[in-house]
């Protein structure tokens, strides 16, 4: 059964401490995305990664790090550093071209 | 980034009637993509346009690439309560270049009457 799983579906973090967002996909994408949406807003990109063991910021990658160890994952994790980290989170993947399919999201909220 | 203007925001419609969205760039894009996403979940993709003028179907869906590249429009014919949801348009390889990410409007918010 393809598809793109995140996990936890909801966590909670107290402030000042880093949290990591999983990631994984079973569909033999290369492509991976993490967006971040706000209430009311759009999808803002944080990180993408086109292939295993590259990675490039996006337009809010700021307080934010992730890895692309193996091609099937696709961790984020969410540091200290980033002032207002409570947001719905969306993993994607594309196999080429512009087309892309997402994870279920994870709900993070700062405590 | 890139912005895209979305439109309306937020529609209110008996069941039944016709649904008509668009988004707007100041910027060309090479792909229009558009989203369905139910609260508390994860977008998903209903029609991918890919040249400027196509015009493509997806059941009760239709959606158009403006010819200047810089504009997309998404109906849904006589629509049904399972419409309702929030609908993203996108776009991607813009010709101002930089990350292939997509960049997305802010969402028609679609609330349908019985």
């Known amino acids: 059964d393809g598809g793109i799983t995140q996990s936890p579906k909801y966590l909670f973090r107290k402030e000042g401490q880093n949290v990591t967002l999983s990631c994984e996909q079973n569909l033999n994408h290369d492509a991976m995305y993490w967006y971040r949406q706000d209430p009311g807003q759009g999808l803002r990109l944080i990180y993408y990664?086109?292939?295993?063991?590259?990675?490039q910021k996006g337009d809010i990658a700021e307080g934010y790090s992730v890895s692309r160890e193996k091609k099937e994952s696709f961790p984020l994790t969410v540091t200290s550093a980033q002032k207002n980290p409570t947001a719905f989170y969306l993993c994607a993947s594309s196999p080429q071209g512009y087309e892309q399919f997402f994870g279920p999201g994870t709900r993070l909220t700062v405590l | 980034g890139q912005q895209l203007n979305q439109s309306p925001q937020s529609m209110f419609i008996q069941e039944g009637e016709d649904v008509s969205m668009n988004c707007t760039s100041s910027?060309?894009?090479?792909?229009w993509l558009w989203y369905k996403q139910d609260p508390g979940e994860g977008p998903v993709l209903l029609i991918a346009?890919?040249?400027?003028?196509e015009l493509t179907s997806n059941g009760r869906l239709t959606a158009q690439f403006g010819i200047t590249r810089k504009d997309s429009f998404l109906n849904i014919s006589a629509s049904i309560p399972s419409d309702v949801g929030i609908y993203f348009c996108?776009?991607?390889?813009?010709?101002?270049?930089?990350?292939?990410?997509?960049?997305f409007g802010k969402g028609t918010h679609l609330i349908i009457q019985p």
């Open positions: 910027s060309i894009f090479n792909t």
């Open positions: 990664s086109q292939i295993v063991n590259d990675f």
């Open positions: 346009l890919y040249k400027a003028g």
């Open positions: 996108a776009g991607g390889g813009y010709s101002g270049g930089g990350a292939d990410g997509l960049t």
